[in-house]
Antibody, heavy 119, light 111 residues
């Protein structure tokens, strides 16, 4: 059973860069056939797909975030990461990492981490 | 990146059935069977309850069923129970820009 844990700062200043890491346990991040995704949810609002890293290494981003976003995988640490720069208050959200076994079917989720953008 | 359209809320009495709809376009729901549904209780992590339009993951109650017609997917909850209260989100693969799109969410209340 895959398990995830997000880690990163809970508070980021406007214009700064957010880096979040998702540690994966219960399975290998490479060769599993899963895609690795980030999803966020602003307080009181709905879910937003941020992007995903695919089994063969391809990466796809939400077009609305693409210019500020970088995602990567570290197979040696069994982790994947998200970097989002030029943060604004609109980026305040709970950020989840998740496994995607097909095209947008997220069967395992981390507990989520709240990131607040404030000076 | 427009979200899939869901009704904001639905309320029904215990034991009754409800159907939540999720409307997209031919580039997402209408073009592919990569439609999933998530249940989220307040303050909790979303849970996958339906995938590939109508496949229930292991452990999900058979009171949940999914279907699709044209550009609209539906989730039906039969024999409504208090534990079914929460917000339900649909999601679909969208071929434009190769992304995943979520619905706006439907809040289900059991009277």
């Amino acid at each position: 059973q895959l398990q995830f844990q997000e880690s990163g700062p809970g508070l980021v200043k406007p214009s700064e860069t957010l880096t979040l890491t998702c540690s994966v346990s219960g399975g290998s991040i490479s060769g599993s056939g899963y895609s690795w995704a980030w999803i966020r949810q602003p307080p009181g609002k709905g879910l937003e797909w941020i992007g995903a890293i695919y089994p063969r290494g391809g990466i796809n981003y939400n077009p609305s975030l693409k210019s500020r976003l970088t995602m990567s995988v570290d197979t040696s640490k069994n982790q994947f990461s998200l970097t989002l720069n030029s943060m604004t208050a609109a980026d305040t959200a709970v950020y989840y990492c998740a496994s995607d076994y097909s095209k947008g079917e997220f069967d395992h989720w981390g507990p989520g981490t709240l990131v607040t953008v404030s000076s | 990146q427009s979200a899939l359209t869901q009704s904001a809320s639905v309320s029904e009495s215990p034991g009754q059935s409800i159907t939540i709809s999720c409307t997209g376009t031919g580039s997402d729901i209408g073009g592919f069977n990569f439609v999933s549904w998530y249940q989220q209780h307040p303050g909790k992590v979303p849970k996958l309850i339906m995938s590939d339009v109508s496949s229930r993951p292991s452990g999900v109650s058979n009171r949940f069923s999914g279907s699709k017609s044209g550009n609209t997917a539906s989730l039906t909850i039969s024999g409504l129970q208090a534990e079914d209260e929460g917000t339900y989100y649909c999601a679909s693969y969208r071929s434009v820009n190769t992304v995943v799109i979520f619905g706006e969410g439907t809040k289900v209340s059991v009277l």
